[in-house]
């Protein structure tokens, strides 16, 4: 039984730039200054703070603590937000358990990081011995890894990846908070020759570490209304899952926790596929966005090319897909990357889209992706439906 | 995918990695340096994991010792790295492949003297050793 209790009642985007020189501190100040100036509220009201780890400020084990400070915000509820891209999503949804156990009445979901600025992260663990000496450091090696299974089970056009890619890149000349290199058209001609950089992987199926912040007030209907919120949406389902196969040496790597949570996010919120207004996936490589498509039911499993070339994916297509230009087309700000497929989600449903206004914003698939495991896909996967 | 030379230098300076940081991991260090492959094995499930964990995946509990594989299996994905990182100064193009063991289990390695080209899915591999520096051996795979 879906709940309608609780609300995002506003939200905050910085600017995503590259290499600006400023602190993941002095990003989440801005998001907040804008928050508080968009809502109108004033800062006594915020009792709950969730804060997403950052890249930048990754060796700081006090830094949601520290942040507490920066921001001036005294919550009785404080929550370090340590999946990744999913900390935006699953903070609102930590909040709204907190909120619903009386530890707060109205929480900042923050996401700020400045990784290309600052990179101060080791991800320790195994890594040194057993991943970074076959040459397997970064995302995008895991990714060719995985991008090579799938093609050799299921077959893979790559014209369909560069779709998603050219979709999400149109999006982004619509969206003045996208990184300004990026905002210039993209060709199927110009996506086939980019270079590979982790076969089969390209880079134009890549994101790219940028800086910025986003921020989310989450309060009850009722609080919201009594502050004078005019816009709200209601995260009406959440789903997440961590390590999903994680002990099995021979998991299927093209299975990914939404192959588990996908269908059972949209049956608590009472959706089939073909209900889905918009689509804000999490977009660190576009295969993931095809992986997504399979695993919420959009198509069949191994489907995910011919679906992807015969939708309209377009803001105002039958399906609009990060429809701001996801993380890829207008840059990823370090960890703070899943709030903004979900800030674009609530600015749409708030009918602030501008000039890539999807049509009728009844709700939103909102989804995030942490951690790049073993050789396998991606650590934890969360996914959250909003409702008007 | 039409590369035809990997560079694999002669003597590469790679680094080495501090061992045992995670969970006791000298069975491997001391297993390859024999030319051995030596993984972690439950002995509930009878079954091998790898990376060494500090519990069985299959049981939670610590039932494990190391054995010796037979250092054989088939290549289950590949990707060619081809953009410089730390470790790989002089070995791109570089073969990667996650390797599913005849025993049950997988391991990413490198395949070493392999043409990009002739990188591919289902391809059967042999154990083979690299060297992290001409001390430190490591495994990798080669095409069998």
Redesign the interface.
Known sequence: MKKRDIVIGGYAETAIDFKTGRSAYDLAGEALDQLLERTGIDRSEIDGLSVTTALSEAQNPFFAVYMTEALGITPTWLNYGGIGGCSATGGVARAMSAIRDGMCKLAVVMSSDAPSSDWRSNY???R???????????P??TF??????YI?QYGLDPEALGKIAITQRAHALHNPNGYKKFQKELTMEEYLKS???????RVLDSVMFCDGANAFIVTTEENARRLGLKKMVYPVAYGEVTNFN?????AD?TQSGFTRIGPEVLRKAGLAPKDVRMFQPYDDFTIAVMMQFEAFGFCERGEGSAYTLRTDLSFNGELPLNTGGGQISAGQPGLASGGLNLAEAVRQMFGEGGSRQVPDPRNALVTGIGVIP??RNWGTSSAMVLEA | MSDTTPTTPAAPVRPVPRQGVYVDSKPFWDGIAQGKLVLQYCTVAKRFQHYPKPVSGFTGRRTLEWREVAGTGTIYACTVVRIPGPGVEGRIPLCVATVELDEGVRIIANVLRCAPSDLAIGKRVRLAIDQLTPEQAYPAFELA
């Open positions: 320790g663990a195994y040194s011995e057993f991943q970074d000496p076959p040459g397997v450091q970064g995008p090696a060719g890894l995985l991008m090579s299974r050799h270079r590979v950089i982790s076969d089969p992987l994680g002990s099995d040496p021979l790597i073993y050789g």
